[in-house]
């Protein structure tokens, strides 16, 4: 399985951004998709995840009301819409998919594969 992640870019504090992260190759073994982000110097940090059998969500708790996370029918591409993205919002972000399981995995070592970062820059 690959993962294209795209969709990032410069915006200013208050906007919006979409990212999308594209799954191929034996996408049918994937079980959850999410997104996490990096700064230079820290850990990445969940963002969210879903789980593309049920749609159930996970978000981080700075994240929650500001960022949604939702799938395409076939379950192959997930999106990150980001809403009113503050300065601190600016970071890499990762596409990751993990082949198993159907709980919430927030941590970045409890996922198999990755996608390239996409820079997302939020000016003030």
């Known amino acids: 399985v690959q993962l294209q992640a795209s969709g990032g870019g410069l915006v200013q504090a208050g906007g919006s951004l979409r990212l999308s992260c594209a799954a191929s190759g034996r996408s049918f073994s994937v079980y959850t998709m999410g997104w996490f982000r990096q700064t230079p110097g820290k850990e990445r940090e969940f963002v969210a995840h879903?789980?593309?059998?049920?749609?159930?969500?996970y978000y981080g708790d700075s994240m929650k009301g500001r960022f949604t996370i939702s799938k395409d029918n076939a379950g192959n591409t997930v999106y990150l819409q980001m809403d009113n993205l503050k300065p601190e919002d600016t970071a890499v972000y990762y596409c990751?998919?993990?082949?198993?399981?159907?709980?919430?995995?927030?941590?970045?070592?409890?996922?198999?594969?990755w996608g390239q970062g996409t820079q997302v820059t939020v000016s003030s």
């Open positions: 879903i789980i593309l059998h049920f749609g159930n969500t």
């Open positions: 990751a998919a993990k082949k198993s399981g159907y709980r919430s995995y927030t941590r970045w070592d409890e996922y198999d594969i």
